[in-house]
């Protein structure tokens, strides 16, 4: 079993930066890939960011390159996604996500809206 806590959602004024964590507990996490995902209002959920747990390897989104950043801490269990220069387009519930072989767990999800 594997949770992923992520704090309440966030306003920001476009242009500005936010940090998202989640704190994952309940297992070891050798071989797994932690990602950022998010859902806009009327659209699928969609793939931001992810890192390899032990390696450290980093995936992004085109439409985010450049602007975030994903990290993760180990001895706190605890992945982060450093968001620069946000927009009105980045407004979204973000997910934390925590996948190998086999298991998939989210988290519950977190609010993020730009305004412009």
């Known amino acids: 079993q594997v949770q992923l806590v992520e704090p309440g959602g966030r306003l920001v004024q476009a242009g500005g930066s936010l940090s998202l964590s989640c704190a994952a507990s309940?297992?070891?996490?050798?071989?797994?890939?932690m990602g950022w995902y998010r859902q806009a209002p009327g659209k699928e959920r969609e793939f931001v960011a992810s890192?390899?747990?032990?390696?450290?390897?980093?995936y992004y989104a085109d439409s985010v390159k450049g602007r975030f950043t994903i990290s993760r801490d180990i001895v706190q269990k605890t992945v982060y996604l450093q968001m620069n220069s946000l927009k009105p387009e980045d407004t979204a519930v973000y997910y934390c996500?925590?996948?190998?072989?086999?298991?998939?767990?989210w988290g519950q999800g977190t609010q993020v809206t730009v305004s412009s």
């Open positions: 309940g297992r070891t996490f050798s071989r797994t890939t």
């Open positions: 890192i390899s747990w032990s390696a450290g390897s980093t």
């Open positions: 996500n925590a996948h190998r072989s086999d298991f998939d767990y």
